[in-house]
């Protein structure tokens, strides 16, 4: 079945650091992929996502790019800010019209000034 | 962005109890409802969708008895935890999907803790 792996956090930068956080996925067909974030306290946001392969989903500083030939989806940002700690999802849409999404185990993602 | 919520955001009860947890979809109707659960440092999990009007469809290994689901209108759907066991301590989380078109998108409730004693 589809599944996401991500690597293990947490992740500890200093503030204005290059952030990388991997994502790896399995799926038949061709999903949609998607980075959630979950602020303390708060419910998963959509951070960005991409459709197709060769995508880029951006926002708020942050990118990814689906990658069809190594199936992957790395959320990059190039100068982290304390504001950005969180735990960070990368998911899957299996493609059916509901978008059942498939989730990675998260990554958090600790900013220290 | 739209606004999901869930109430209670906590609840703690006794073993062989039940648990009602809301999900409602505040500033648009939503057809389809997701729950998931979330144990410490996992995934969340998909455990059933809920669709407005007619039955939830469960996840394979969901036990649709213990797991009620209702989707009774547009704007809310409830999860019931029948005979609460501390195993069903978790951290149940919704979302609701709005489509506008063909752009489907995913908004999350905040969650609700779970503690059975």
């Known amino acids: 079945g589809n599944s996401v792996t991500q690597m293990e956090g947490p992740v500890t930068l200093s503030e204005e650091a290059f952030l990388t956080i991997n994502c790896t996925y399995t799926?038949?067909?061709?999903?949609?992929l998607f980075w959630y974030v979950q602020y303390p306290g708060e419910g998963l946001q959509l951070l960005l996502k991409?459709?197709?392969?060769?995508d880029k989903g951006s926002n708020k500083g942050f990118e990814a790019t689906y990658r069809k030939e190594t199936t992957s989806f790395h959320l990059e940002k190039g100068s982290v800010q304390v504001s950005d700690s969180a735990v960070y999802f990368c998911?899957?849409?299996?493609?059916?019209?509901?978008?059942?999404?498939?989730f990675g185990t998260g990554t958090r993602l600790l900013v220290s000034p | 962005g739209a606004v999901v919520s869930q109430h209670p955001s906590w609840v703690i009860c006794k073993s062989g109890t039940s648990v009602k947890i809301e999900c409602r979809s505040l500033?648009?109707?939503?057809?389809?409802m997701f729950w998931y659960r979330q144990f410490p440092k996992q995934s969340l999990m998909l455990m059933a969708t809920?669709?407005?009007?007619?039955?939830?469809?469960?996840e394979q290994g969901v036990e649709k008895d213990k797991f009620l689901i209702n989707h009774a209108s547009l704007t809310l759907s409830t999860l019931t935890v029948t005979s609460a066991h501390p195993e069903d301590s978790s951290f149940y989380i919704c979302?609701?999907?709005?489509?506008?078109?063909?752009?489907?998108?995913?908004?999350f409730g905040p969650g609700t803790r779970l503690l059975v004693l």
């Open positions: 979302s609701a999907r709005q489509a506008l078109g063909s752009q489907e998108t995913q908004y």
């Open positions: 799926a038949t067909g061709y999903p949609s």
């Open positions: 991409a459709t197709k392969a060769d």
């Open positions: 998911a899957l849409s299996d493609g059916t019209g509901f978008q059942k999404l498939v």
């Open positions: 500033d648009f109707q939503a057809t389809t």
């Open positions: 809920s669709n407005e009007g007619s039955k939830a469809t469960y």
